[in-house]
C-alpha cells in the first residue's frame, strides 16, 4: 500500500453549466496514494462543489512536480494546504501550467525559500581590526535593519512603533563541549526551550533560544572555523541549530518555539521534534512536502510580530537557506500541535543516522588518520556508516559506543562481530543484555583477541 502525500497536476476544470469548451486549466492538489488516488479525490470535490474535472495531465507527487517547476511558488503553497482533513486545494482558474491567469495571484503570504550562495565562515581572524562578526554575505540578511512594511506599520499602529529586528538563534547545547558555560560568559540574553526539572537535568543537551548581538565573541564564534585544527569554541562546522529573525522579544520566541519541542504523528504517538537540527529544516523544507508542521513553526506568532525569517545553514553547498513568511498570513489558523506522518519519522531518522555519520567521522579524521593511512576519507566514512547501521541493528544507541565500534572495525576489519572464531562477539551482539553490560563483554572479549594477537606476533619474532 502506497503512502498517502500530497499530489499536484494541472487539471482541466469548468463549471457544470458551462460547456466543455469553457474549461480552464488549473492547478490542484490533492492528499493521494497515486495518480488514481489524485483522479479520484479531485472527481469527487469538484463534484460536490458545482465543477467538473474535465482532464488531469502532469499528475505527480508534490516533491517531484516541485523540483521539474522550482519556479512555481503557488505549487508549494498549494501542496502545503492538503491533509486527510482537507485532501484538495484548487489553485487560481486559469493559471494553467505558467502560474499566471485573469485571476489576481493569491500566492503572495505564504513560504518563500531562496539560498544565500557562497557563504564561507569566519576564519581565527589574527591582524583583523575590527573583527567580523558574522560572513559578509550574512551581515544584511542577519543584522540588517530594512525598512519595516506597511502590514508591520499597519500592525504595531504606525512606522515609529515597529520594534527592530532581532537576531535569535536556537542552538543545541549538545553539539558544542561547554557550551553553557560559554553562553553563560557571553552576556547575552537567552532562555531554555525546556523547563522545570528537564531544563535541569537535560541543560547539557537541550536547546537554547539566544539573542545574538554584534561584536560579542559568542556570535562570532557561532560563524568561525578553523580548518587546521579543531578549535572547541568555533562552532561553524557543529551546525550547531538555526537563526531567526524577528521583531518579538525573547520571550515570546521562548513561548512559541517551545511548543515544537514534541510533536505528535496520525496515531498521537510522541516524538521529540528537533527541529533547530539545520538538516532536519532543510530537509523537511526543500526535499519532501512543504507540510503544516513547518508551516505552524514559521507563522505561528501573531500580533507581537508580523514575520519571522528562519536561516538554515547547508554546509555541504556552502550555502543558508533564508525562509520567509509574508505578514498577510499571520492571521491564518495554526495548530496548536503540529503534526508528523509516519514518512516524516522514517525521514528525520535517516536524517540523524546522517548527522550521527558526520559527526563521528570528522572525530576519528582529527584523531586517528594518520593511524589509517590505508585508508581513503570516502573508505573511511563507507566503514563507519556500516558499523552504525549495524551496531544499531544490534540495539546500540549511545555514540560513546557506536564511535568505539567504528575505531575496532577500521582497525580490525569490517566483519568485526565474526572476529572471534569461538563466536562470543556474535553471542554479546544478540543477547538480551542491556547495552551497557553487553558493550562491556565486547569490549572485554576484544582484549582478549588482541592480547592473544599480540602473543602470537611475540612468539613468532
Known sequence: MHEFTPWLGLCHIRKEADDARSSQQTLVAAWADSVEGFA????FHTNTHGLQMILAEEVLPATEWIQKHPDRKDAQRLAAKVSAKHPVEIGTLGAGASGTGSQPDDTGGYLYIEEIEGVEPLDSQFGVHPPKTVPDALYEPLFG????????????GGADKVPPLHT???LDAAKVVNFVEMLEASGLEYRCLFKGD?????????????????????TRNLFSHDPEQEVPWFMWDREPGIYVRSRGSLEEMWRHFRKFTKVQDEDGKWFYFRFWEPRVLLTLITLRRPDHTITSLLMGIRNSCASLTVFAPNLASSNVIRVMVEADVMGTVVPLRPIVTSHDVSLLKDVKLQRDIDELDRRIANKLSAHLPHLSSKDRRQVIESAIQKFMGFGFRQKKYLLQFCVWSLFFGHDLEVLDPTGKLNDICRDQLDEHRRFEAFENRIREIQGTRDQNSRNTA
Open 198 to 218: 528537564a531544563a535541569e537535568e537535560m541543560r547539557d543537551v537541550a536547546p537554547y533560544v539566544v539573542r545574538l548581538e554584534e561584536d560579542v565573541d559568542f
Open 145 to 156: 535593519q530594512p525598512d519595516p512594511t506597511p502590514a508591520e506599520v499597519a500592525n504595531y
Open 168 to 170: 535569535y538563534a536556537i
Open 40 to 43: 479520484r479525490e479531485v472527481h
